[in-house]
């Protein structure tokens, strides 16, 4: 079985060819032991998982014969995968809390594995990929929401905000949850039962187990920080957000949402995130103060001299968000078609309004995509939250071929990467520095 055609060209164009080779061999062995039965077509998709995700190829042996049908060709399309989306929410609070969230925990595991063989068989581009993802995260936080009772509260109103890329449909593999818990209290003295809740909720959220974890949670951009309360209450949250912000927490809430919680209180919290973060704001200084976070992100958050952050450092994925960010609190007073949390979305409405040229725009959707795709398949390989590219070329090989740099010259099309890498780094970090530099 190995060698036949369709197998070989499999591995021949896996992003890490030795993984994929010994992971397949093994799982031909116990197939052969089990009795499990796979098509060809089946085989050469879990080839190119092999070859792409460890923790997925893990979890393929961990589930065994129950992973076999997400391979079927009749498997391999959006719809299915969106059903697969609504089931989670089938999982019931009436059974005992410690299973349903281990069904969870599958659950998710099989609908993420299912996203990348969409994505890997090539049905969905990066951006679809992500808000696929997104949708999945939601809805687990929306399970987990009714699991721990948040939904029946009679004596506090909850909401959940989302943070990020979580908030604009963005989220990649490895992606954490960004999050911010809003409260209203409508009886005194039961703030600590949900608190209680809650930290509860967030450690099965994190915990990590055979079947993998939920998701890593990242509190840090509620107000105050880690230094704040975890569920701060509305009227602490109104009050912070009234007191004239600084520019950079103003850029923050430009990528906030609710995604869970009481409607009511959801309501007040996307009106204030709305009137007091969309307001009027002299274009100079403005300018000035995004162009200092940025450079201050770069210089103390980038990667080392050895990496190129494809985050955080020059020319990279937050010169695009703070562009996006700037001509949000420049101009959404105006145009409330740019209060949108999607920085892809925002670059859109931002040509669409003449802010910036289409051809500027193709560039900098061109280079996000290069960037966030780049980062999927340094994440997908262990699901940890990388967005380092290393400059040891070595090592570069299975990066350069998940981005499409095939050559039997290995050394040549890690240099192709390298090239289109460092062209979009230019270019954005030009267009960051054309566009803001002239508001000031």
């Not at 997400?70 to 609070?93: C, H, R, W």
């Not at 309360?229 to 809430?253: A, D, K, N």
Request: net charge negative; glycine share 4%.
């Amino acid at each position: 079985m190995i060698n036949h055609p369709k197998i070989k060209q499999a591995l021949s164009l896996a992003w890490h060819q030795d993984t994929a080779a010994n992971s397949l061999e093994r799982w031909l062995e116990l197939s052969q032991q089990e009795n499990w039965r796979m098509s060809v077509e089946a085989l050469s998709l879990m080839t190119s998982l092999f070859g792409a995700s460890w923790y997925f190829t893990r979890f393929c042996f961990y589930r065994g014969s129950h992973i076999i049908s997400l391979f079927d060709n009749d498997k391999q399309n959006v719809s299915v995968v969106e059903a697969s989306l609504d089931g989670l929410k089938d999982i019931s609070s009436d059974g005992i809390l410690d299973e349903e969230i281990e069904r969870l925990r599958i659950r998710k595991n099989e609908v993420m594995l299912s996203i990348l063989l969409l994505q890997l068989g090539d049905v969905v581009n990066q951006e679809q990929a992500e808000a696929l993802l997104t949708r999945l995260a939601e809805n687990v936080l929306i399970v987990m929401y009714s699991l721990f009772g948040l939904d029946q509260l009679e004596t506090i109103q909850c909401s959940i905000l989302a943070m990020g890329r979580f908030a604009g449909d963005e989220m990649n593999y490895g992606s954490d949850l960004d999050l911010i818990f809003i409260e209203k209290v409508m009886v005194k003295n039961s703030n600590e039962y949900i608190v209680n809740k809650v930290r509860k909720m967030l450690r099965y959220i994190a915990t990590m187990d055979p079947s993998g974890a939920l998701y890593e949670i990242d509190m840090r951009l509620r107000p105050h920080g880690n230094s704040g309360v975890l569920i701060t209450p509305l009227e602490s949250f109104l009050q912070f957000h009234q007191s004239g912000r600084e520019i950079w927490e103003r850029q923050m809430m430009t990528r906030c949402r609710v995604v869970v919680g009481d409607e009511e209180l959801s309501e007040q919290v996307k009106h204030a995130i709305l009137t007091n973060v969309y307001a009027e704001y002299e274009l100079s200084y403005l300018a000035k103060e995004i162009i200092k976070t940025r450079f201050l992100v770069e210089q103390e958050l980038a990667g080392g001299s050895d990496k190129i952050d494809l985050k955080r450092g020059k020319g990279g994925v937050m010169d695009i968000d703070f562009l996006t960010h700037f001509l949000q609190l420049a101009y959404a007073i105006k145009y409330p078609q740019l209060r949108n949390s999607s920085t892809r979305q925002v670059l859109k409405e931002s040509s669409k309004l003449g802010l910036i040229s289409d051809k500027t725009v193709s560039t900098l959707l061109e280079a996000y995509n290069f960037y966030k795709k780049s980062e999927a398949a340094l994440r997908v390989f262990d699901m940890k939250s990388i967005s380092n590219v290393t400059k040891d070329t070595k090592s570069l090989l299975p990066l350069a071929r998940a981005l499409g740099f095939f050559s039997d010259d290995h050394d040549k099309a890690i240099a192709e990467y390298q090239d289109c890498l460092m062209q979009y780094r230019d270019r954005v970090r030009q267009i960051f520095e054309t566009v803001i530099d002239a508001a000031i």
